[in-house]
């Protein structure tokens, strides 16, 4: 289509065909930061040193390396993103799904861990970080995981501090005229984050 396709920037069409057309002005982005809870914490450092462990087994072939490399880093970007999506994630883990070559491995993990370009992706994946990345686990990882995935669980609403930080915000947007929109990476968040801020 590129040689019959022309692209529209918001700016090409602000004043276009003696017609004005408003868009919203952003404000200028900043981080803000919150401070995990002494819950929060310890449940980080418990899965931090879970991936840890993950990943320090010696003596594996290279594609069960892969595997633990892959599941360990979906495994802490889901517990980053919220308690919903760290519930979510452990309890998939929980399950374990086998994997047979490296580069399926790959393909499956790298996705899963890291954002690619969604520009580019037939349908976006949103499923829970490394939703599908792993091997069957051990039954002593499998009931650590389930006790790790209940932790989350217990976080969410009260407990989670980025959520009550989220709500101040959008609470202090809310009185200056805005119409905040709240993007979440995982459906499991989305639908966590939608059903509180109902509230």
Avoid at 46 to 72: I, K, N, P, Y
Avoid at 92 to 105: F, K, Q, Y
Avoid at 131 to 146: H, M, Y
């Amino acid at each position: 289509l590129a040689g019959f396709f022309i692209q529209r920037r918001r700016k090409d069409i602000e004043a276009y065909l003696d017609a004005y057309t408003p868009f919203p002005v952003r404000e200028v982005q900043k981080d803000h930061t919150y401070k995990l809870s002494r819950d929060e914490k310890a449940l980080f450092d418990d899965c931090l040193e879970f991936a840890r462990e993950l990943v320090g087994v010696a003596g594996e072939d290279t594609r069960r390396q892969r595997v633990r490399w892959w599941s360990a880093i979906a495994l802490l970007r889901g517990l980053s993103s919220s308690p919903a999506a760290a519930a979510a994630t452990l309890t998939i883990r929980a399950r374990g799904l086998g994997s047979s070559t490296e580069e399926v491995v790959d393909d499956l993990g790298r996705p899963a861990a890291v954002d690619g370009d969604a520009d580019d992706a037939d349908e976006p994946d949103d499923a829970p970080a490394g939703a599908e990345v792993d091997d069957a686990p051990s039954p002593s990882d499998r009931k650590r995981l389930r006790a790790l995935a209940a932790r989350a669980t217990a976080l969410q609403g009260a407990g989670d501090t980025k959520l009550a930080t989220l709500v101040k915000l959008l609470k202090a947007m809310l009185k200056r005229g805005r119409n905040p929109i709240v993007f979440c990476r995982y459906l499991p968040p989305a639908e966590y984050v939608a059903a509180a801020l109902r509230g």
